[in-house]
């Protein structure tokens, strides 16, 4: 090989769907790529920014599926930075935001490989607000949380439990199968009646979105066929989203 190889790791943010939610940055990084890696949240379309010989590769893990585990893919990403040069590590919303970034940064700066990171917009604030629900909201949430539903031992997250006896606006990534656990926690803190959220595909063609209240959000998902990947928003600022006047207006109607 003549040219001189420069390694080097760009730990990339896609945004949440929509293409055009890559920041410039993360466009710069693709039109230096030598290849990229690319997960299963991330479009497609963003790899029209890396160059033509740039070699494109999917490495993504959808439920179920596991052509590549973690270990594969940082492997195959240090043998391509040593072989190629400049490595794009696309990674769905926010490479920090459980996105396994930091192991992978790790694994890289283990080999002497440089890496840099480029923040993308994390479908937990994202979604909820492309949705025109703020995560916070004055006089409504203080805070927000952004918790998994689905820990590595498969019990829902103990941060849930805490989450729910708080005020803060609740995001839970990865819940969508632990929902009747999630909805029998904010019940048993008294919260039935408190406004959820459920966002199917956000920023993209196939988005879905049901607003309900915590009592009846697990029947209104079963209703609209909701599917991964989607997460769940609890909390007050959920009210605020134009069709919860509708919920409401249901409820008059039963009562
Ligand atoms: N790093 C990502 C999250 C990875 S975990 C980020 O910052 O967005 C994957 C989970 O994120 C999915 O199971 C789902 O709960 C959520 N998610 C990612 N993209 C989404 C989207 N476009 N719409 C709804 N939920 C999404």
Redesign the pocket.
């Known amino acids: 090989m003549n040219k001189h190889i420069e390694p080097r790791v760009t730990l990339l943010g896609a945004g ?2 929509d293409p055009d939610l890559l920041t410039l940055k993360g466009v710069k990084a693709l039109q230096t790529a030598d290849v990229v890696l690319y997960d299963a ?1 991330t479009n497609e379309a963003l790899l029209e920014h890396a160059p033509a010989q740039a070699i494109k590769v999917y490495v993504g893990k959808r439920s179920g599926e596991h052509s590549h585990s973690q270990d594969a893919i940082n492997q195959l990403m240090i043998d391509y930075a040593l072989n190629y040069g400049h490595v794009v590590r696309l ?5 920090f ?3 396994r970034g930091y192991e992978e940064l790790d694994f890289a700066t283990s080999y002497n490989v440089p890496v840099s990171v480029i923040p ?1 917009i ?3 604030i994202g ?1 909820p607000g492309l949705q025109q629900i703020p995560v916070t909201h004055r006089g409504l949430s203080e805070s927000f949380w952004v918790i998994t539903g689905t820990t590595t031992n498969g019990q829902i997250s103990g941060d849930i439990y805490q989450a729910a006896n708080s005020n803060a606006t609740v995001v839970i ?3 969508l199968k632990q929902l009747s656990k999630i909805v029998e926690v904010f019940k048993a803190v008294g919260k039935a009646q408190l406004p959820a959220a459920v ?6 063609e196939t988005e879905k979105l049901v607003i309900s209240t915590v009592e009846n959000i697990e029947a209104r998902v079963g209703e609209e066929k909701i599917k ?4 769940l928003i609890f909390g007050e600022v959920v009210s605020l989203h134009p069709s919860f006047k509708n919920v409401i207006k249901q409820y008059a109607a039963i009562s």
């Open positions: 949440p769907g949240l990674k769905g919303g926010d490479p935001v459980f996105g993308g994390s479908s937990s979604v990534l990865m819940g966002v199917q595909n956000g920023s993209t991964a990947p989607a997460l």
